[in-house]
T-cell receptor, first 113, second 114 residues
Framework: GDSVTQMEGPVTLSEEAFLTINCTYTATGYPSLFWYVQYPGEGLQLLLKATKADDKGSNKGFEATYRKETTSFHLEKGSVQVSDSAVYFCALSPYNQGGKLIFGQGTELSVKP | EAGVAQSPRYKIIEKRQSVAFWCNPISGHATLYWYQQILGQGPKLLIQFQNNGVVDDSQLPKDRFSAERLKGVDSTLKIQPAKLEDSAVYLC????????????FGEGSRLTVL
């Protein structure tokens, strides 16, 4: 079945460091890909998405590119801030299955001043 | 615009007891989802409704879990009897085509089974 694999956390970085969180997926057809973020004490929020190969999603300085050849959707940010500390979830929505999401296990990011 | 509302936020019960969670989606959202998030894991879909009909309940443990959305608006998820492994956060989400199908999540209901 369809699945998502993320790099394990926790990831600890200093402020202004470069961030990469790896995400790979297995799916039939052409899924849409997402990154969701969960800040402490809050619900899941959509961070960015890409719906077809080579699309780049971006938001709040974060970027991810849909790479079909490597079945990847890695999350990157050039300079992280303390306020980016959260749990990040990669997810896919299988093609033509009503919009449901299949999530990876999540990666906790901690940014130190 | 009000977000997805869930209650209760926290619930502690003993095994073999029953529990119910309530979700009120964003107004006008036709699709409603219940997810289970066990500590350290990503959310797993339990059931998906389109209006008051079930679209996908393939991962719902039907011997103990049930869910309904009778009027196509709010929804209730019930667990009876609860097991220790049901300890998790139960997330409700809703979506609509008007928002491009984006899922909006509630803050979740945290269940602890002792």
């Amino acid at each position: 079945g369809d699945s998502v694999t993320q790099m394990e956390g926790p990831v600890t970085l200093s402020e202004e460091a470069f961030l990469t969180i790896n995400c790979t997926y297995t799916a039939t057809g052409y899924p849409s890909l997402f990154w969701y973020v969960q800040y402490p004490g809050e619900g899941l929020q959509l961070l960015l998405k890409a719906t077809k190969a080579d699309d780049k999603g971006s938001n709040k300085g974060f970027e991810a590119t849909y790479r079909k050849e490597t079945t990847s959707f890695h999350l990157e940010k050039g300079s992280v801030q303390v306020s980016d500390s959260a749990v990040y979830f990669c997810a896919l929505s299988p093609y033509n299955q009503g919009g449901k999401l299949i999530f990876g296990q999540g990666t906790e990011l901690s940014v130190k001043p | 615009e009000a977000g997805v509302a869930q209650s209760p936020r926290y619930k502690i019960i003993e095994k073999r007891q029953s529990v119910a969670f309530w979700c009120n989606p964003i107004s006008g959202h036709a699709t409603l989802y219940w997810y289970q998030q066990i500590l350290g894991q990503g959310p797993k879909l339990l059931i998906q409704f389109q209006n008051n009909g079930v679209v996908d309940d393939s991962q719902l443990p039907k011997d103990r879990f049930s869910a309904e959305r009778l009027k196509g608006v709010d929804s209730t998820l019930k667990i009876q009897p609860a097991k220790l492994e049901d300890s998790a956060v139960y997330l409700c989400a809703s979506s609509s085509l008007q928002h491009g199908g984006e899922l909006f999540f509630g803050e979740g209901s945290r269940l602890t089974v002792l």
